[in-house]
């Protein structure tokens, strides 16, 4: 079991940036992947970033040169900066780990942290 924790949303004008932190615990081992996801009001949930336990990072094309995905494993932390906001990327943020145990993989999700973008 993963147990995740974001935190970091908020209401910020365009143009300006925030900063998500998701703490994960439990099962970290077993961790192989976390990201970002967000969903907007009657869309469904996409990927934003991601980055795997051997750093490698992978990003939606709406966000790419506007957002870093990191992480700092000895705190068992991954967070998303976010610049240039833009109204489009208002939505709700849910941090997610990617687990395998016997070939199996299983996804856990945070409680989701609310991101708005409005002047």
């Known amino acids: 079991q993963v147990q995740l924790v974001e935190s970091g949303g908020g209401l910020v004008q365009p143009g300006g940036s925030l900063r998500l932190s998701c703490a994960a615990s439990?099962?970290?081992?077993?961790?192989?992947?976390m990201g970002w996801y967000r969903q907007a009001p009657g869309k469904q949930r996409e990927l934003v970033a991601a980055i795997s336990s051997g750093g490698s990072t992978n990003y939606a094309d709406s966000v790419k040169g506007r957002f870093t995905i990191s992480r700092d494993n000895a705190k068992n932390m991954v967070y998303l900066q976010m610049n240039s906001l833009k109204p489009e990327d208002t939505g709700a943020y849910y941090c997610?780990?990617?687990?395998?145990?016997?070939?199996?993989?299983?996804?856990?999700w945070g409680q989701g942290t609310q991101v708005t973008v409005s002047s």
């Open positions: 439990g099962s970290i081992s077993s961790i192989y992947l």
């Open positions: 997610n780990a990617r687990t395998v145990v016997v070939f199996t993989e299983y996804d856990y």
